[in-house]
């Protein structure tokens, strides 16, 4: 029997949350991401505590207003108050500027402040302080993301006991490059504080051993499978692969919704007699948007039937708008979207349909349901929800899933997708005249299959294996409330 009282204390850079003004000034609402979703559960019977930043720089005058957000969410939440120089130098700084770059293999990229390692340790000790005021010993501390690495030796030399785990949302480096970070043997220290360490492919969890063998001697490695265990001197970490995943049926029940098959209709026949090609992607440079802009450039030169036959529809959500690159990143967006448009485009065919905003999540379901085929193709890249939610959005099963070799769900969906290596123009070009010509059976078997993965390899199976690996406890020691069925089969490691 399962002892009683595990609670989940989550830990992440930001709050599940969203600030709306309200006609009584501001409110807080849920937010509704797929961990949040996947957490509920666990959250509901044995009462869950999410601590973060809110993304403002007030957070004290928030305070009160988490009381009411808590009880709405049905879990509880701290908020982490930041303060303008904490958030320049932790988050855009070392977060942003060092660790993200670099763990996407953009070295070049990166600016090593060493002001921004001294915050970076400072803000990580903030969150351990709130977190311990707001824990107890029998509490798991599930620590999301890079912007925390160092969190569990805070707590640590804060002298708080505590069964911590982490969980790397993003790619782990090889190790020729992870060895350019300045700080490289701190966090590598740090990551061994954790008891469980969780990666999203087997790749990222192969390089974070890599790197630990180079800068320690005497690394032993126990068990096989995705959850190993390190042993380094007298510490023994559990370091495994954890493919993050979205709600599946969540998704694909949206999209069958009259809204969004409306919607779906009503946007395809105003591109009529031709294949939606879907770019979905968050305004960052590692999502590859140039090349495959170049990659688009270059099929409707070299294949000119494709020529009014086939239209991009590329969407970029706003983000990371202050910092100088990513408006850089804009404006070379705009350039390359105008160059193509301004030669290719003919009386009632515009080659790109650009959409430089969020989208409501009807809106976006009812491109992924609209689309023939989506192109993914991230220089490099965690996972990619987007490539899932295309698939499990896609029910007539005939659409065809372009994929950059370097994004983490290449490893689960390499079988039924076109593979493609994003700095390659042409081959990305030719996977786009592939795609364009790919018959409805070939499209139907390759879709099915894909679908098949994302539906059984969901959110509720990832957090069963994380907790699994952490507690060994599966969902099932969080028993289902009667408003929520659980019927996703247990996989078992
Ligand atoms: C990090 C890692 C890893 C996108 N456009 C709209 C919209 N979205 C939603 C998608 C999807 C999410 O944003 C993007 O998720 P990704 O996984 O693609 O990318 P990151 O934001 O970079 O996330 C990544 C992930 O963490 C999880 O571990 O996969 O590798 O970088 O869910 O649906 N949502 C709405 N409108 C949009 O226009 N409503």
Not at 124 to 141: G, L, M, P, Q, V
């Amino acid at each position: 029997m399962e002892e009683p009282g595990t609670r989940i204390v989550a830990v992440s850079n930001r709050l599940p949350i969203r600030l709306v003004h309200g006609p009584d000034g501001l409110e807080i609402k849920p937010g509704a991401g797929g961990l949040v979703t996947a957490l509920a559960p666990v959250f509901r019977n044995r009462g869950g505590v999410w601590i973060g930043w809110s993304g403002g720089t007030d957070d004290e005058d928030l305070a009160g207003l988490m009381e009411p957000a808590s009880r709405e969410a049905g879990y509880r939440l701290y908020p982490v108050p930041l303060s303008a120089d904490e958030v320049g130098d932790y988050y855009y700084g070392f977060s942003n500027e060092v660790i993200w770059p670099l763990f996407h293999d953009l070295q070049t990229r990166c600016n090593f402040k060493p002001r921004y390692w001294q915050q970076y340790l400072n803000v990580n000790r903030k969150f351990a302080e709130i977190t311990t005021k707001h824990s107890n010993e029998t509490d798991y501390i599930w620590v999301h993301d890079y912007h925390l690495m160092h969190m569990a030796q805070s707590l640590k030399e804060l002298g708080t006991e505590r069964n911590t785990g982490f969980f790397l949302h993003i790619p782990f480096p090889p190790v020729d490059i992870f060895m350019k970070l300045p700080w490289r043997a701190q966090i590598l220290r740090a990551l061994l504080e954790y008891e469980l360490v969780g990666f999203q492919t087997m790749r990222d969890r192969k390089n974070f051993i890599q790197c630990l063998r180079h800068i320690s001697s005497g690394i032993r490695i126990s068990g096989r499978g995705s959850v190993v265990t390190v042993i380094v001197g007298d510490k023994r970490v559990r370091v495994g692969a954890f493919p993050i995943s979205i709600d599946h049926d969540a998704f694909a029940g949206d999209a069958e919704s009259k809204e969004v098959a409306d919607m779906a209709w009503y946007l395809h026949e105003a591109l009529p007699n031709r294949q939606v090609i879907l770019g979905v992607d968050r305004l960052d440079y590692t999502k590859g948007i140039p090349e495959r802009l170049e990659a688009f450039k270059n099929a409707l030169s070299r294949f000119p039937e494709l020529q009014e036959k086939i239209t991009l529809v590329q969407v970029v959500v706003p983000s990371r708008e202050e910092v100088p690159e990513y408006q850089m990143l804009r404006a070379e967006l705009y350039r390359l979207v105008g160059e193509i448009n301004g030669k290719f485009t003919r009386s009632g065919w515009v080659p790109i349909h650009y959409l430089y905003r969020s989208l409501n999540r009807y809106e976006l379901l009812a491109y992924y349901r609209l689309a023939e085929i989506a192109i993914i193709t991230p220089l490099k890249d965690g996972m990619n929800l987007v490539a899932k939610e295309y698939c499990a959005c896609n029910l007539e099963e005939n659409g065809v899933l372009i994929l950059s070799e370097f994004a983490g769900a290449a490893a689960q969906l390499h079988r039924g997708s076109i593979m493609v290596n994003p700095y390659d123009v042409e081959g990305m070009s030719n996977a786009i005249h592939q795609a364009f010509h790919m018959d409805q059976a070939e499209r139907h078997n390759r879709m099915h299959r894909l679908r098949e993965v994302v539906r059984h390899r969901n959110i509720f199976w990832w957090v069963n294996n994380f907790l699994k690996a952490a507690l060994a406890k599966d969902l099932r020691a969080f028993p289902a409330v009667e408003d929520y069925v659980f019927e996703i089969p247990l996989v078992s490691n």
